[in-house]
């Protein structure tokens, strides 16, 4: 009896310690008045409230997400090298990221502003990670990841494997801005999925 109470107190550590990673109080996500220069403009004092909603979200884009939406027209990225498919314009996991990383829409531009919080702002753009609405000079998103067109790219299931997460498309084979990043934790830096130590984030997908 003794050794199971000590095993299951063990994996409880385990879990607890595994789910206080995934946070992002305190990183360049953490857009709280608390976290920010309430100078800037960004006064509210709630975290998850400049992505998520608990009612009344917009459906589609991310789960209970509180962003307006805005149409941008994209340049997708474009190469005489590249083999895979690439949409006309980003699915909705990566225009999430867009909503904020294309620096043309505000910050706290939302659907469902807190109680008392009476006008959104109208400027605030992030000072890093921007990424504009030319998109043919960063790493392709919204594409169809096939390593059979192309012997250049390991297999799906090796890269996720490795870390790697998939989106959209048939059978969820999508490479979008969350197959890279994870929106939630910056153990890693840059909200890396994993470490990028000597190119490994890279290697999962890549054969070089």
Not at 165 to 170: H, K, R
Request: charged share 10%; hydrophobic share 40%.
């Amino acid at each position: 009896m003794k050794l199971n109470k000590i095993l299951a107190l063990a994996l409880l550590l385990v879990v607890s310690g595994s789910a206080s990673a995934l946070t992002i109080v305190g990183s360049n996500h953490d857009l709280s008045s608390t976290n920010t220069d309430p100078a800037a403009g960004l006064h509210l004092e709630g975290i998850c409230v400049y992505c998520h909603s608990p009612h009344n979200a917009v459906v589609g884009a991310a789960p209970l997400w509180n962003r307006t939406t805005y149409t941008a027209s994209y340049t997708m990225y474009d190469s005489d090298t590249i083999d895979m498919t690439i949409q006309s314009a980003p699915d909705p996991y990566s225009a999430a990221c867009l909503s904020c990383h294309d620096g043309v829409q505000a910050l706290d531009s939302l659907v469902n502003l807190p109680y008392l919080y009476q006008t959104a702002q109208t400027g605030n753009f992030i000072s890093w990670g921007l990424v504009g609405e030319d998109l043919s000079n960063d790493h392709p998103i919204s594409v169809v990841y096939n390593p059979a067109s192309d012997a250049g790219f390991d297999t799906q299931a090796n890269a996720e494997a490795d870390g790697m997460v998939f989106f959209t498309g048939t059978g969820s084979n999508q490479v979008e801005c969350a197959t890279c990043h994870q929106v939630h934790d910056n153990e890693h830096g840059r909200f890396l999925r994993v470490a990028n130590d000597a190119s490994s984030l890279c290697l999962a997908c890549h054969i070089k």
